[in-house]
C-alpha cells in the first residue's frame, strides 16, 4: 500500500525558514516524480514544486522560485521541501504527492495526508 | 500558464440526482485532465485522469468527459459520501494548474 507521511510544519515567523519532509512507503521512490501541493486556509490547491524521480531534474511555481528548494532522499524513501524567506501567504497545508512515473508532468495518483505551515509574527 | 476555470462554484443537488460539473481551459489541454474529490480535512483523491479514464476504486457513477478546452465530470447518481469539493487539473503543460473547485452541497 502507498503511504505518503509529512511532517515539518508549524508555526514560522515571517522571513523565517522550514523544512518539510515526505516519508513514502509501500513503492519505489526513485521510479516516480513527485510533488508538493498547498492549499491556503479555505481555498483552493496550488502546485508548489516538482521533482524527477533521479532527482535530476525540478520545477517549480513562480510564486516559490528562488524561495524554496525541493528535493529528495531515494535512499531514504524522502522527499524534501526546504522554505527560505516564508510570507504570509506561504500559510497552507503542504501536500506531497506522487506522480504516475519517473518525469515530466503529470496527475497525481497519491497524496500525503498534508502538513500546516503558518507563517505569523 | 493555463488558466483552468470551474463553473458553477457550488453545486445544490438532492441525493440521487445527477451532477454535471464543468471544467474550462484557457487553452487546449488535449486531454491531459484529471478530476479530484475532496472532503472537508482531507487529501484530495484522484477520480479521473486522461479526461475519462476512472481511478482505480471509482465507482462507475463518476463519468469525465471532453478534450481539448471543455471537460465535464458527471456523477449519474449522488450519494451520500459525494457532497464534497471537486477539482480539475490540467497536467498538459508546465505549471500543472488546478481549477478553483466546485461544491457539490446537499439540496
Known amino acids: 500500500e502507498v503511504q505518503l507521511l509529512e511532517s515539518g510544519g508549524g508555526l514560522v515567523q515571517p522571513g523565517g525558514s522550514l523544512r518539510l519532509s515526505c516519508a513514502a512507503s509501500g513503492f519505489t521512490l526513485s521510479n516516480y516524480a513527485m510533488s508538493w501541493v498547498r492549499q491556503a486556509p479555505g481555498k483552493g490547491l496550488e502546485w508548489v514544486s516538482a521533482?524527477?524521480?533521479?532527482?535530476?531534474?525540478?520545477y517549480y511555481a513562480d510564486s516559490v522560485k528562488g524561495r524554496f528548494t525541493i528535493s529528495r532522499d531515494n535512499s531514504k524513501n524522502t522527499l524534501y521541501l526546504r522554505m527560505n524567506s516564508l510570507r504570509a501567504e506561504d500559510t497552507a497545508v503542504y501536500y506531497c504527492?506522487?506522480?504516475?512515473?519517473?518525469?515530466?508532468?503529470?496527475?497525481?495518483?497519491?497524496w500525503g495526508q498534508g502538513t500546516l505551515v503558518t507563517v505569523s509574527s | 500558464e493555463k488558466v483552468m476555470t470551474q463553473s458553477p462554484a457550488t453545486l445544490s443537488v438532492s441525493p440521487g440526482e445527477r451532477a454535471t460539473l464543468s471544467c474550462r481551459a484557457s487553452?487546449?489541454?488535449?486531454?491531459?485532465l484529471a478530476w479530484y474529490q475532496q472532503k472537508p480535512g482531507q487529501a484530495p483523491r484522484l477520480l479521473i485522469y486522461g479526461a475519462s479514464t476512472r481511478a482505480t476504486g471509482i465507482p462507475a457513477r463518476f463519468s469525465g468527459s471532453g478534450s481539448g478546452t471543455e471537460f465535464t465530470l458527471t456523477i449519474s447518481s449522488l450519494q451520500s459520501e459525494d457532497f464534497a469539493v471537486y477539482y480539475c487539473?490540467?497536467?498538459?503543460?508546465?505549471?500543472?494548474?488546478f481549477g478553483q473547485g466546485t461544491k457539490v452541497e446537499i439540496k
Open positions: 487539473q490540467q497536467y498538459n503543460n508546465w505549471p500543472p494548474t
Open positions: 487553452q487546449s489541454v488535449s486531454s491531459y
Open positions: 521533482v524527477s524521480g533521479s532527482g535530476g531534474n525540478t
Open positions: 504527492a506522487k506522480c504516475i512515473g519517473p518525469e515530466g508532468i503529470c496527475y497525481f495518483q497519491h
